[in-house]
């Protein structure tokens, strides 16, 4: 029996692996009629323009899809012949369900297509990352071709995380300059591009009720103190965020108190969307924002607790 780890088909939390994985899935799921076996190595090229590991990791890659029930007959081939595989009835639906929240599901687009872009701006440059350029280079997303200005979208998203660099024109143009050292660091760690920044704390005991941890967590008190090794969960980390969050606005110059409300109108966001990757975001965003403050020479020691509550709440996002 195989102990490969099941495909995670969850575009947004899934890893940049399985997200490799999921696309040979979508293009076998083209390449044969419902049940009939099929050769993967055309489709592993074709997606070599996105995901360079291929083909070199194609039957590592269809050992997990079969272990996850998506393929089947991978071991039915003779020896030393190229292997081929059917898709199952559970890996079309797979194919159907993720493309369905590429569809409906902005989170999960950035997420696919954002790893895309990255990939490409890596391998081609940032002269040719557009919708438009990028699908004529035979790049695709499940399959599929590249849904109508998904990577002017998805550009902004990875310039907000910090992954590239990118400029937008007085005519509301998105022009990619480059990857960053943090986006390299991205690809080479696989963890799923929009919670790229989320680590979670080392040695974590979890406790019995779901989504709630001691070992690392924090607590931050009404006047800004942090108290360590106390039970925190997803809401109470994000009310501990919005209040150093708070502590920090007022110890800011009015010119970069607009970064404050940008975080915690995202925070808003993410709690009235119930979306976690966006709560994740405004996490990594304001850590990132106490280490601008920081790197300014304002002296504040919110900084401080304004990081820790986000590196808690990131923590936590990254364990569930």
Same mark, same amino acid.
């Given at each position: 029996?195989?102990?490969?780890?099941?495909?995670?088909?969850?575009?947004?939390?899934? $890893?940049?692996?399985?997200?490799?994985?999921?696309?040979?899935?979508?293009?076998?799921?083209?390449?044969?009629?419902?049940?009939?076996?099929?050769?993967?190595?055309?489709?592993?090229?074709?997606?070599?323009?996105?995901?360079?590991?291929?083909?070199?990791?194609?039957?590592?890659?269809?050992?997990?899809?079969?272990?996850?029930?998506?393929?089947?007959?991978?071991?039915? $081939?003779?020896?030393?012949?190229?292997?081929?595989?059917?898709?199952?009835?559970?890996?079309?639906?797979?194919?159907?369900?993720?493309?369905?929240?590429?569809?409906?599901?902005? #989170?999960?687009?950035?997420?696919?297509?954002?790893?895309?872009?990255?990939?490409?701006?890596?391998?081609?440059?940032?002269?040719?990352?557009?919708?438009?350029?990028?699908?004529?280079?035979?790049? $695709?997303?499940?399959?599929?071709?590249?849904?109508?200005?998904?990577?002017?979208?998805?550009?902004?998203?990875?310039?907000?995380?910090?992954?590239?660099?990118?400029?937008?024109?007085?005519?509301?143009?998105?022009?990619?300059?480059?990857?960053?050292?943090?986006?390299?660091?991205?690809?080479?760690?696989?963890?799923?591009?929009?919670?790229?920044? &989320?680590?979670?704390?080392?040695?974590?005991?979890?406790?019995?009720?779901?989504?709630?941890?001691?070992?690392?967590?924090?607590?931050?008190?009404?006047?800004?103190?942090?108290?360590?090794?106390?039970?925190?969960? &997803?809401?109470?980390?994000?009310?501990?965020?919005?209040?150093?969050?708070?502590?920090?606005?007022?110890?800011?110059?009015?010119?970069?108190?607009?970064?404050? #409300?940008?975080?915690?109108?995202?925070? #808003?966001?993410?709690?009235?969307?119930?979306?976690?990757?966006?709560?994740?975001?405004?996490?990594?965003?304001?850590?990132?924002?106490?280490?601008? &403050?920081?790197?300014?020479?304002?002296?504040?020691?919110? $900084?401080?607790?304004?990081?820790?509550?986000?590196?808690?709440?990131?923590?936590?996002?990254?364990?569930?």
């Amino acid at each position: 029996m195989s102990n490969a780890v099941p495909v995670n088909s969850n575009l947004v939390t899934a $890893t940049q692996v399985d997200l490799r994985r999921l696309n040979l899935l979508a293009h076998l799921y083209e390449d044969a009629e419902e049940g009939a076996e099929v050769d993967p190595a055309p489709a592993a090229a074709a997606l070599a323009v996105s995901f360079p590991a291929l083909p070199g990791t194609l039957r590592e890659d269809l050992t997990a899809l079969q272990a996850s029930g998506l393929v089947a007959g991978l071991d039915d $081939t003779s020896l030393g012949g190229a292997p081929t595989v059917a898709v199952t009835p559970t890996g079309r639906q797979a194919v159907e369900s993720a493309r369905a929240q590429i569809a409906s599901d902005p #989170d999960a687009r950035h997420a696919a297509v954002g790893l895309l872009v990255l990939s490409f701006l890596l391998t081609h440059g940032h002269q040719e990352v557009a919708t438009e350029p990028m699908r004529a280079a035979g790049v $695709t997303v499940l399959a599929e071709p590249l849904p109508d200005d998904s990577v002017e979208a998805a550009v902004l998203e990875l310039d907000e995380l910090g992954l590239i660099n990118a400029q937008v024109t007085w005519g509301g143009a998105v022009i990619p300059l480059g990857i960053t050292a943090e986006g390299r660091i991205c690809l080479r760690s696989s963890r799923p591009v929009l919670l790229a920044d &989320v680590s979670t704390p080392s040695a974590p005991i979890y406790n019995t009720t779901v989504g709630t941890i001691t070992s690392g967590a924090v607590a931050i008190g009404a006047n800004g103190d942090v108290h360590q090794d106390v039970i925190v969960n &997803v809401d109470q980390a994000t009310a501990n965020l919005r209040i150093a969050l708070e502590s920090l606005y007022e110890d800011l110059p009015d010119d970069m108190r607009s970064q404050v #409300d940008d975080v915690v109108a995202k925070i #808003d966001e993410a709690e009235d969307t119930g979306s976690k990757s966006l709560l994740a975001r405004a996490a990594a965003q304001a850590r990132r924002l106490a280490n601008l &403050v920081t790197t300014k020479g304002i002296e504040t020691a919110t $900084t401080v607790t304004v990081t820790t509550a986000a590196t808690a709440l990131m923590g936590l996002m990254g364990s569930n």
